[in-house]
């Protein structure tokens, strides 16, 4: 049993799409099937050709990829999927029912994600290609997907984003989780990821659980990679992001700005890093992840919160 788990471990590989130049910032999982090839959130367009380069190296072409799993359709995850079907129809695309209208029509999608940006979401993360409906095979959670030789089970893991789902793969232990798990590049460190518009605390708990049910051996994540020391892991998002959550509901009943809040809460997770981590670390997470749009997220979630209460009430 166990070699059979190390071989498939071998067939799951990490493409760093060296986004914008940038290290261990966004990765493509590779699954290697009997004849096939599947792509576990191939990326944003921008990067396409970097992906094509590397799936060369390893022999691959993209007429080789049956199926593409998506854990949601943020550009940095799936941006890509519409211009690889330009290239292979044949694609089989699995999405969250609740993000498969995006893949169809990704009008709304691109508006939000230039909101949020600040600048035209095409010129950051490229063009985002509309993906055939018939090319989409829909999910909820609860399903088991089949490629070939391998079987994944959906779960619905919401909390992250609204049609957020991860994929366990139980014969190589491995959790495939997005963003429901949050970015980690090094053993020291476990950074949520709490961008708005969708962040629910209650809902990442519950979504932290049905993963944890699983008893995975391995996390593969977006940002960034196959990781192990999973109840570790785990322990410290739970740990990081109640604290970072408290934080930003304390600063919002003092009251203030909110560019000024944004920014202390800049300063608070600069601080937490100097001391936790790496000079160099500490660089990557300033330079890649904004503290400033996890501070949107988490305002967002507890002005929502308030905001229930008072209807309540009411």
């Known amino acids: 049993?166990?070699?059979a788990t190390d071989n498939l471990l071998r067939s799951t590989s990490t493409i760093d799409l060296k986004y914008w130049a940038r290290d261990r910032y966004i990765a493509c999982c590779v699954l290697e099937c009997e004849r096939e090839v599947a792509l576990l959130d191939?990326?944003?367009s921008i990067t396409i050709n970097k992906l094509r380069l590397d799936l060369k190296?390893?022999?691959i072409g993209i007429s080789d990829v049956g199926t593409i799993l998506l854990t949601h359709v943020h550009l940095d995850h799936?941006?890509?999927?519409?211009s690889l079907l330009k290239e292979n129809p044949r694609i089989r695309v699995y999405v969250h029912e609740r993000g498969a209208k995006h893949l169809i029509d990704p009008r709304r999608l691109l508006e939000s994600a230039s909101r949020t940006l600040g600048a035209r979401a095409d010129e950051t993360w490229g063009p985002f290609f509309p993906v055939p409906s018939h090319n989409l095979h829909v999910v909820k959670g609860g399903e088991e997907i089949t490629v070939e030789n391998r079987s994944f089970e959906v779960l619905y893991t919401p909390g992250h984003a609204v049609h957020h789902v991860s994929?366990?793969?139980q014969a190589s232990e491995v959790a495939f989780a997005g963003d429901a798990a949050g970015v980690r590049i090094t053993d020291s460190f476990v950074y949520p990821a709490t961008p708005p518009p969708d962040i629910d605390l209650v809902?990442?708990?519950e979504s932290l659980n049905l993963i944890e049910a699983r008893k995975p051996q391995h996390l593969f994540l977006t940002h960034f990679g196959l990781v192990n020391k999973v109840e570790w892991h785990i322990a410290e998002f739970r740990k990081r992001?109640?604290?970072?959550s408290e934080y930003v509901r304390l600063s919002l009943e003092e009251g203030g700005d909110d560019l000024q809040l944004a920014m202390n809460f800049t300063d608070m997770v600069r601080k937490e890093l100097s001391l936790a981590v790496t000079a160099e670390e500490a660089s990557w997470f300033d330079r890649s992840i904004s503290s400033r749009q996890n501070w949107h997220g988490l305002a967002r979630y507890w002005r929502n919160q308030r905001s229930r209460l008072a209807d309540a009430e009411g």
């Open 241 to 244: 992001l109640r604290r970072w």
């Open 78 to 82: 799936a941006g890509v999927t519409g």
């Open 57 to 59: 190296e390893k022999g």
């Open 167 to 169: 994929y366990f793969e």
């Open 1 to 3: 049993m166990r070699g």
């Open 203 to 205: 809902k990442i708990d």
């Open 42 to 44: 191939p990326g944003p």
